[in-house]
């Protein structure tokens, strides 16, 4: 069935979509999308629906690649929408201005029986991939204004260079076209903003101290292990190319 790509104002015309109208690419054209936009919006839509829910192994357990996926789409409170760029080096301050209509669209338009498993994926092609990861830079504030909006903002692209947390051969951030996820901020989320100390401080006016067994993250300790860690998979990826490939969560 084709969907009805109703326009959201907020999100100045651009359709709020369900995931199963995400990826139904000739749908979205014969709603009235691109043909690069609807491709765009139904790679990430399966990416996103398969990708994360791959399970690899994190230290003493084996687990998906995100774990508050399968829960979310359980609950169906994944939704999608696109902005397709014209710049591909689209103005800091108009990304801004997309995510704040984001967030709101995220805070007005998304439900669901569990407020925590809410999920808005924003595909912009057109733009610069790495782009997206300068406009919520740490030195800028947009990202801790959306921490103080309880969302957590998280860059995706086909070349993003972060690792995860839990293993620096895994590239978990490269989807298949440029995209920013906004999901709830929560307690857990600690282990991705540690490092930032005004990042630190509005999680702290949310929820208080880290659990337990987060609050080493973010540490002089861990942040050695870190940089201890990036300087042997540097070292593996100059003099042995093929150990420092980002892990096929199947392997």
């Known amino acids: 069935m084709c969907p009805v790509l109703q326009a959201d104002p907020v999100l100045s015309g651009l359709p709020l979509l369900a995931v199963e109208e995400a990826l139904d690419c000739e749908g979205l054209m014969r709603a009235g999308l691109d043909p690069e936009s609807a491709g765009a919006v139904a790679d990430c839509a399966r990416w996103t629906t398969t990708y994360p829910l791959q399970k690899v192994k994190k230290r003493h357990r084996v687990e998906a690649i995100c774990p508050m996926m399968a ?12 902005k397709k760029g014209n710049d591909r080096e689209l103005p800091l301050e108009s990304l801004d201005a997309i995510l704040r209509e984001a967030a709101t669209v ?12 809410r ?28 921490l103080g909006r309880g969302i957590l903002a998280g860059e995706f692209f086909p070349g993003c260079p972060f690792a995860t947390t839990f293993n620096p051969r895994l590239f978990a951030l490269r989807s298949p076209a440029p ?12 282990r991705f903003i540690c490092q930032i100390p005004a990042w630190q401080r509005t999680y ?31 070292l593996k990826k100059r003099f042995f190319h093929s150990l420092a490939e980002p892990t096929d969560p199947e392997s």
């Open 106 to 117: 995220f805070e007005e338009k998304i439900g669901g029986s569990d407020p925590r498993l």
């Open 119 to 146: 999920c808005l994926v924003l595909v912009l092609p057109g733009v610069r991939g790495s782009r997206l990861l300068e406009a919520t830079d740490p030195s800028r504030e947009i990202k801790n204004e959306l």
């Open 179 to 190: 995209m920013y996820v906004l999901r709830s901020f929560i307690e857990s989320d600690w």
């Open 71 to 82: 829960p979310a789409l359980a609950a169906r409170s994944v939704y999608f929408s696109v």
């Open 204 to 234: 702290r006016a949310r929820f208080g101290e880290p659990p337990v067994r987060l609050r080493h993250l973010g540490g002089t300790l861990w942040r050695l292990r870190q940089k201890i860690s990036w300087r042997v998979e540097a």
